[in-house]
C-alpha cells in the first residue's frame, strides 16, 4: 500500500467547506482484502490507538468505526481514519474523512480535511498520511505493538513550528469571528486580512499601517529614552555606551543598582539587572556584545500595557522566570516540573515559553529549601519563561494617560510599553528635577500578545479582536462585492460581461478569465486563470473594487474554491463537457462540482441560475445550496417556462427575453432594458445564446446594486471584438466571413452552428476545426456529428497540446464519426492551425461564412491578421422567425426608452 500522489484544496471544495488534501492511495497486496480478513487486526489496531473506539463513521455515533473494522472494511477507509487520530494526537482538531474509489480495482482517493489555517504548502497532512499507511502495514503485519509515541512526538513538533505563533493566532480567530476572510502566507505569520481595496496585512501584532520609522524608534532603546525624556515622560536615567570603560563610568555616575541591555535587543536577551560592581557591569558589557544602554535600576514592579490605536486594551503585571523549592527536587527537577505545563513550549508557539537552566549562574544539582523563590532570570519577558498577572481593570488613568501619550510619541499603531512601577492602580508620581521612581523602561514595537491572551493569574483579555476593531472599523468585515461564474459554455463571456457593467463610474474590476487576469481593464497574467490562485490574484489586489471570477470545474476539482463566500452566484448551463477526467463520469458528477459556486452564495446574497438548463434548475434543490436562505433569480429566453412562471407569480425577479426584448420581470412588474437586435453579440438576434449571456450578467449586475438604466447603457458600449475577443468575433477576408469562436463541445457547437445558418444559411458554412484532445471518445464523437450536421465542408486539425494522445488521433476519429453521419460531407485533414485555415479558405467561396475555432487565440488572431483579415463593420442578417411581435400591454412601453428604467 503507498500514496502516489498528494494535493491540496486550500478552499471550500465538492467534500467540505473548508480546506482539505486528497491523497491518491493504492492498496496493491491489500487490494480485495478487508480488515475481517486479518485475525487479530482490529484489536492490535485499538491497541494502538485507542481514540479510534469514538469515531463515528456512517453509524453517526461512537463506536460506528469499531463496528465496521470488525465488519470488514477496506484499508483505504482504515488509512482515512487512522490519519484523522494520528491528527489529534499531535493536537490538530481536524474530524472528517472520506475514501471513495479512483476508479480502478485497489486505488483510492483518501480525504482529510486541514485546519482552516494550516500553510497551504505545509508537510504535515502528507507526513500525517505516510505514518497512517505504515501503521496500518505494521499492524497488517503483526509488527506494531504499541503506540506509535516516537513518530507522534516528531510530528508534533514538526506541526507546532509550522504553525501561527499565539499573536497571529488570535488575530486571525477574530478576524473569521467577524467574517473577515484570512490568507496565511507561505508557512509565516504573515496574514492577509480582507479584500481588494479593503484589504490589509497583518504579521502578528504589526500591521501594514505600523509605522517603519516608530519600529526603529523602539528599535533604539537609547533614541527611545531620549526622544520619551524629551518630551517629558518619566524614564530612568541612564546613556548609551561603546566601551566597557563607558559603561563602568555610567554606574559610577547614575549609582547602583543599574541595568545593562543591549541597545538593539530584543526579547529580554542578555538584560542584566541589579549591577553593582565595576566588574559585573562589564562582565554584562560583554555578554550583551558591546553598544549598550546603561540606566539606573527602578524600584517597584515590571508592567505591560498594550495600546492599540491610541486606546489601552490590555495591562498585564510580568514575573520573571522562577521556581520554588520543596526542599527535596533539585533546580534541574524543578525546572522539568514547571515546563511539564502544557501551555509551556519553545519560542512563542505556546502561550508560555518553556524555562531554560543557565548553567552558567546555577547548578542542576543544588536542592533549594521548601518555600525558597530561586529567580532564573532578571528580565520578566514571557520569551524567558516568565509568566503574567492580567491587571487591565486596575489601571489607574494616569497611567493610561500616559502610555497613550507615549504610543503617539514614538509612532506605532499598537505598542507595548514596559513600565516600572510601585502599584499600577495608583497615580503616577509627580516629575520634575528629582530621579523618577517610576517610569517607561521600554517601548516595543510588534509586541508578544501572549501575556494577555492566557495570563497564569487574572482574566484572559481579546487583544486580537482589539487589533482586528482597530484594522477594521464600524464593524467592516474587509470584503469587496464579488461575483462568481460557472457553468459549462458562456461563463467567460458571462464574466466579461458583468465586469463591464460593473465597471461603470470608473469603479476597479478585477476579473479572473480562461485568458487571465485582468484589474481595471488591463491584464496582469495571462493564462488559463479560473482556479483558486487567480482568485486570490484578484482578491488580494488593493485596488479592487469589485471582483468578478470566473471559476471552472478544473481548478475547483484539482484545488477548491478560491474563496470562501461570494456576494453573488451565476451558474450559466451544465452540458457534457470533461466528463471522464477528474473522476466525473455523468452529468451529474458535473452538476455535482459546479453546485459548490451555488453553495458557496452568502446567506443573503444571490444566486442566478439558467431556467431553460434542466440540470442547473436541479441546482436550486440541493440541500447544501440552501435556496431558501439566498435570494434566486433566474434568467431564460423563453419567458413562459413553468419555472419562470412559478418564481414571478410568487413576487421572485427574473430576467427574460420577452417579445424581441431583455425583460427585467418582478412580480407582474415588466421593466424593458434592450431590443434583443441592439444586444452586443446577438447579431441582429440571430445569436440567442448572447441574450442569455447578456441576461445573466444583467441579473449578476443588477444584484449588486446596478441600476437599470446604467445596465442598459453599459451593455450597448460593450464591444465583443475588443472586450469579448474570440467568442462570436466576425472578421471579413474579401468576400468571404470569418466567424472566429472557441466552441469545443457538442452544446457549444450546435449553438455557434444554429448562428451561422440564421445568418448565412446552413450550406453556405464551412469550418476549420479543432477539438479538445483531453475529452473522451464518445464527447469526441458527438462533437463530430453536430459538425457533420451543420457543415457541408470542413478541415479537421489537431492542438498543439495533445494532452497524452498520439498525434493526429483527433481529428482522424472527428473525420471517421463526421463521414459516418454523413457519408458526402467533403471533409479533410490538415497539420495544424495555419495549413486547416488556408486549406478552409480555399473551400469558401464569396458570400459564405468560414466557422475556425482554435486552441490557443493569440496565434490564430496574429495569423488570421498575416492573412489580412480585419472586422467586419456589417454583417447579414436574416429574419428570425417567429417574427417579434409585443404583446399589447409591453408594446405601449417599448417605445419608451431601453435605458429610462420604465417599468409596468
Known amino acids: 500500500m503507498k500514496i502516489e500522489s498528494l494535493r491540496r484544496l486550500r478552499g471550500p471544495n465538492v467534500y467540505l467547506s473548508r480546506p482539505a488534501v486528497v491523497a491518491r492511495l493504492r492498496l496493491e497486496e491489500l487490494t480485495g482484502r478487508e480488515t475481517s480478513d486479518v485475525t487479530g487486526f482490529t484489536e492490535r489496531l485499538l491497541r494502538a490507538l485507542p481514540g479510534l473506539a469514538e469515531h463515528h463513521c456512517a453509524a453517526g455515533a461512537p463506536g460506528g468505526f469499531v463496528s465496521r473494522l470488525r465488519g470488514g472494511t477496506y484499508f483505504g477507509h482504515v488509512t482515512e481514519h487512522v490519519c484523522l487520530e494520528l491528527s489529534q494526537l499531535i493536537g490538530r482538531d481536524v474530524s472528517f474523512g472520506r475514501t471513495v474509489s479512483a476508479g480502478e480495482a485497489g486505488l483510492y482517493d483518501v480525504i482529510v480535511e486541514c485546519p ?310 495608583a497615580p503616577l508620581p509627580p516629575t520634575g528635577e528629582d530621579e523618577p521612581v517610576a517610569g517607561v523602561i521600554e517601548v516595543n514595537a510588534v509586541p508578544g500578545l501572549r501575556m494577555h491572551l492566557a495570563p497564569v493569574r487574572g482574566r484572559a483579555r481579546d487583544v486580537g479582536d482589539a487589533i482586528v476593531r482597530a484594522m477594521f472599523p464600524g464593524g467592516s468585515d474587509g470584503r469587496i462585492p464579488t461575483v462568481a461564474v460557472t457553468g459549462t459554455n458562456g461563463k467567460t463571456t458571462v464574466t466579461r460581461l458583468t465586469a463591464h457593467l460593473l465597471g461603470a463610474g470608473g469603479r476597479r474590476v478585477g476579473v479572473t478569465t480562461t485568458d487571465g487576469v485582468y484589474v481595471d481593464g488591463r491584464a496582469i497574467h495571462l493564462a488559463d486563470a479560473t482556479g483558486p490562485r487567480s482568485a486570490q490574484q484578484v482578491l488580494g489586489d488593493p485596488q479592487v473594487e469589485v471582483a468578478v471570477l470566473e471559476t471552472a470545474r478544473g481548478g475547483l476539482l484539482r484545488r477548491g474554491l478560491g474563496y470562501d463566500w461570494s456576494d453573488v452566484g451565476v451558474i450559466t448551463n451544465i452540458t457534457a463537457d470533461h466528463l471522464g477526467q477528474d473522476g466525473l463520469d455523468s452529468i451529474e458528477d458535473l452538476a455535482h462540482v459546479k453546485a459548490v459556486v451555488a453553495e458557496r452564495v452568502r446567506d443573503g446574497g444571490t444566486l442566478v441560475l439558467n431556467a431553460d438548463d434542466p440540470w442547473v434548475r436541479s441546482l436550486a434543490t440541493r440541500p447544501r445550496v440552501r435556496a431558501d436562505r439566498k435570494r434566486l433569480v433566474w434568467f431564460g429566453l423563453d419567458p413562459d417556462n413553468p419555472v419562470l412562471t412559478e418564481h414571478l407569480g410568487q413576487g421572485g ?95 457549444a457547437l450546435a449553438t455557434t452552428l444554429r448562428t451561422l445558418h440564421r445568418l448565412w444559411g446552413a450550406s453556405r458554412c464551412v469550418a476549420a476545426v479543432t477539438l479538445p484532445p483531453d475529452r473522451r471518445d464518445d464527447l469526441l464523437a458527438a462533437s463530430a456529428q453536430i459538425l457533420a450536421d451543420g457543415l457541408t465542408r470542413a478541415v479537421l486539425y489537431d492542438d498543439r497540446d495533445t494532452r497524452g494522445r498520439p498525434a493526429g488521433q483527433v481529428s482522424a476519429l472527428v473525420e471517421r464519426e463526421m463521414r459516418a453521419r454523413r457519408p458526402q460531407i467533403r471533409a479533410v485533414r490538415a497539420d495544424g492551425f495555419r495549413e486547416a485555415v488556408t486549406t478552409a479558405l480555399a473551400m469558401t467561396g464569396p458570400g459564405e461564412v468560414l466557422l475556425v475555432n482554435y486552441e490557443k487565440w493569440e496565434p490564430m488572431w496574429a495569423f488570421l491578421g ?33 435605458r429610462s428604467g420604465q417599468a409596468v
Not at 870 to 894: E, Y
Request: glycine share 10%.
Open 116 to 425: 482552516v489555517d494550516e500553510s497551504p504548502g505545509s508537510r504535515v497532512p502528507g507526513e500525517l498520511l505516510d505514518a497512517a499507511v505504515d501503521l496500518v502495514l505494521d499492524i497488517h503485519a503483526g509488527r506494531a505493538a504499541g503506540k506509535p509515541s516516537a513518530r507522534l512526538a516528531e510530528l508534533a513538533a514538526f506541526a507546532e513550528r509550522e504553525a501561527t505563533g499565539p499573536s497571529t493566532r488570535a488575530i486571525i480567530a477574530a478576524a473569521r469571528r467577524r467574517g473577515i476572510p484570512v490568507e496565511r502566507f507561505d508557512d509565516l505569520s504573515l496574514v492577509r486580512l480582507g479584500w481588494g481595496t479593503r484589504r490589509r496585512m497583518a504579521w502578528a501584532a504589526m500591521t501594514d499601517r505600523t509605522s517603519g520609522v516608530g519600529i526603529d524608534i523602539a528599535g533604539d532603546k537609547h533614541v527611545t529614552r531620549r526622544l520619551l525624556g524629551e518630551a517629558g515622560i518619566p524614564v530612568a536615567p541612564g546613556g548609551v555606551a561603546a566601551t566597557a570603560d563607558e559603561a563602568v563610568g555610567l554606574l559610577r555616575e547614575l549609582g547602583a543598582p543599574v541595568v545593562v541591555k543591549p541597545r538593539h535587543g530584543r526579547q529580554g536577551r542578555n538584560v542584566v539587572l541589579g549591577l553593582r560592581a565595576p566588574e559585573e557591569v562589564e562582565r554584562a558589557f560583554a555578554e550583551a556584545g558591546g553598544d549598550v544602554v546603561v540606566e539606573r535600576q527602578l524600584d517597584g514592579r515590571d508592567y505591560r500595557v498594550l495600546v492599540v490605536a491610541g486606546e489601552v486594551v490590555a495591562a498585564a503585571e510580568r514575573v520573571a522566570a522562577h521556581v520554588i523549592g520543596d526542599g527535596k527536587s533539585t533546580l534541574q527537577e524543578l525546572v522539568d516540573q514547571v515546563n511539564a505545563d502544557p501551555r509551556r513550549g519553545v519560542g512563542h508557539s505556546r502561550v508560555l515559553t518553556r524555562i531554560t537552566l543557565d548553567e552558567a549562574r546555577f547548578k542542576k544539582t543544588d536542592i533549594p529549601s521548601e518555600g525558597e523563590t530561586v529567580w532564573l532570570r532578571d528580565c520578566a519577558n514571557l520569551s524567558s519563561g516568565g509568566t503574567s498577572r492580567d491587571v487591565t481593570d486596575q489601571v489607574h488613568p494616569d497611567v493610561t494617560r500616559l502610555c497613550q501619550r507615549v504610543a503617539a510619541l514614538v509612532g506605532l499603531d499598537i505598542a507595548g510599553i514596559d513600565l516600572r512601577l510601585p502599584e499600577i492602580a
Open 653 to 747: 425577479t427574473a430576467y427574460v427575453l420577452q417579445d424581441g426584448w431583455l425583460v427585467q420581470a418582478t412580480g407582474a412588474r415588466r421593466t424593458p432594458l434592450m431590443r434583443l437586435t441592439e444586444v452586443p453579440g446577438a447579431y441582429g438576434g440571430a445569436a440567442l445564446h448572447a441574450a442569455a449571456n447578456a441576461l445573466a450578467a444583467i441579473a449578476a449586475a443588477r444584484a449588486l446594486g446596478a441600476r437599470p438604466e446604467t445596465v442598459a447603457g453599459r451593455l450597448s458600449e460593450f464591444d465583443p471584438r475588443v472586450d469579448n475577443p474570440g467568442r462570436g468575433t466576425l472578421l471579413r477576408l474579401g468576400d468571404v466571413s470569418i466567424f472566429l469562436d472557441y466552441a469545443h463541445n457538442p452544446a
Open 866 to 898: 498575416e492573412l489580412g483579415a480585419i472586422p467586419a463593420s456589417a454583417h447579414p442578417v436574416v429574419p428570425i422567425a417567429p417574427a417579434v411581435r409585443a404583446t399589447p400591454q409591453l408594446a405601449r412601453n417599448l417605445t419608451a426608452s431601453p
